[in-house]
């Protein structure tokens, strides 16, 4: 088969790689459609240790089933298979599986390749009027859900709050519209590629501001604040933005070092939530809500072909991207 294989940091090559050997039990899946996250981001960079080269990286994917347990249905994919039996995966936090395992780290080959073998109960089904362009947005925008359910669950409820949502790539931008989903009225992006700004805009119905804005406001403006950067000064600009009594969800994994004033949220009793990928809840529910509807048209994507990936990283690594997602087609 054919795939993108990252050989080192910032090298991609688009090349012949063996076939997926499919586990008993387990779905080969014909990929159509594979968006490029920030995780393959820095793993392309060199920036992730538990993705060392080579690796076929990419997790965001939906297809069709060629082999195994619903052969011939057009599915979108949950990338994370856990073991079932633990009491993470009994409480349905599967998320938190301490032997989980997810496309595009070993021993998981990713899907930026024409095959991907996968558990049939990662599978969500996809109704015929939905594109696999579209289906493969379940992922990054599951992220967002996840995220949006926690902040709500600490909060009491979303009503007549006041969000802010740092980062408008994919992942902050499944979070705002989560939200708007979820019918929040007052919900700001905050994006410092200026390029974005008529895909966030044209996304949904937010105020779309910049990070020196965030700095020009007076501090503790928001009920929740949802960080889908994770670097230390988005970090910083949460912890000033978040009202006294307010919730920070973390979704982003920019770096690890810095950025909260943990003065400040103990002092005003801040509460910070960390939200690592979603549940299979989280999944499904985020999937039924791509289908009926509930996160608008969806078409901020940007697509191109797989074997056109390493140039679209590059664009991505240099800030020529406008869009919020490139998905590439195998």
Known sequence: MKALVYTAPERLVYREQPAPVLPVGECLVRVEAV???????????????????????????????????????????????????????????????????????????GAFAELIAIPPENLVEVPDHVSFETACLAEPLACGWHAMRLGAHALGGLLDTKCLVIGGGAIGLGAALALKANSVADVTISEANQRRVPALTSAGDFHVITPDDILGQEPGGYDLVIDGVG????????????????????IGLGDAIDGLDIRRMTLQEVSFIGAYTYTPQDFRDTAAAIFDGRFGNLD???CRALEEGAEAFADIRAGRAAAPKIILRP
Not at 79 to 86: D, M, S
């Open 35 to 109: 968006g490029i996250c920030g995780s393959d981001m820095h793993a392309y960079l060199g920036h992730d240790e538990r993705r060392p080269a080579p690796l076929i990286l990419g997790h965001e994917a939906a297809g069709v089933v060629v082999d195994g347990p619903g052969k011939g249905s057009r599915v979108t994919i949950n990338p994370l298979a856990t073991c079932g039996k633990c009491r993470a995966c009994r409480e349905g936090r599967n998320n938190l599986c301490p032997e989980r395992q997810i496309l595009s780290m070993a021993p998981r080959q």
């Open 231 to 250: 670097f230390s000064a988005t970090r910083a600009a949460a912890s000033r933005a978040v009202r006294p009594g307010g919730i920070i969800v973390h």
């Open 300 to 302: 901020w994507a940007e």
